[in-house]
């Protein structure tokens, strides 16, 4: 397994991570119909190009798992259906932690599997909103990193609390 920051956004890599996105949303995020999964699909594309910081888990050069980054906040964060359960989320969600300091990230609230690998990996919720930033009605939980829960703090790299 190897991580990689990537920088040219290649036809080929944004249909690989679509088609990854669209079975991890497929295995996680059962509350969405087949309608609301395409009409979402036809966004990925474009945040996939405008994310600031796109990084990549690959297996033998083939996308496993992937996560977008924009200031310290992690937008995305996505796993392929047949990698789930083996590391891979939480190898990408350290590396961006070290790497560029995530602090915050949303995750549905009908997600809650998600909610809790975000909570094993020291976030708290700290908002709740009624509905998504598209204003839809999947409800968001905003969740910032807990710095006291053993996670080493990225401006006092080395001291743990």
């Keep these: 397994m190897e991580i990689v920051e990537i920088k040219e956004r290649t ?9 990854l996105w669209e079975k991890s949303v497929r295995a996680t995020h059962l509350f969405l119909s087949d309608e609301e999964i395409g009409a979402i699909k036809g966004a ?3 945040a996939l190009k ?8 690959e297996n033998e050069k083939i996308p496993a798992a992937f996560m977008g980054i924009d200031g310290q906040k992690l937008e995305m964060l996505f796993v392929s259906a047949e990698e789930r359960g083996k590391g891979i989320g939480k190898k ?34 700290f908002k709740r909103t009624d509905h998504d930033e598209q204003g839809n009605p999947y409800p968001l939980l ?20």
Excluded at 11 to 19: A, G
């Design 11 to 19: 036809p080929l890599l944004l249909l690989q991570l679509l088609e």
């Design 44 to 46: 990925v594309p474009a």
């Design 50 to 57: 405008g994310i600031p910081h796109l990084i990549v888990a």
């Design 92 to 125: 990408l969600l350290e590396y961006g932690i070290e790497k560029f300091a995530i602090r915050e990230l949303a995750v549905n609230e009908d997600n809650p599997l998600a909610k809790e690998f975000y909570e094993h990996m020291g976030f708290e919720v």
């Design 142 to 161: 905003y969740m910032k990193l807990h710095t006291c829960k053993g996670v080493m703090d990225h401006e006092n790299a080395g001291k743990k609390y």
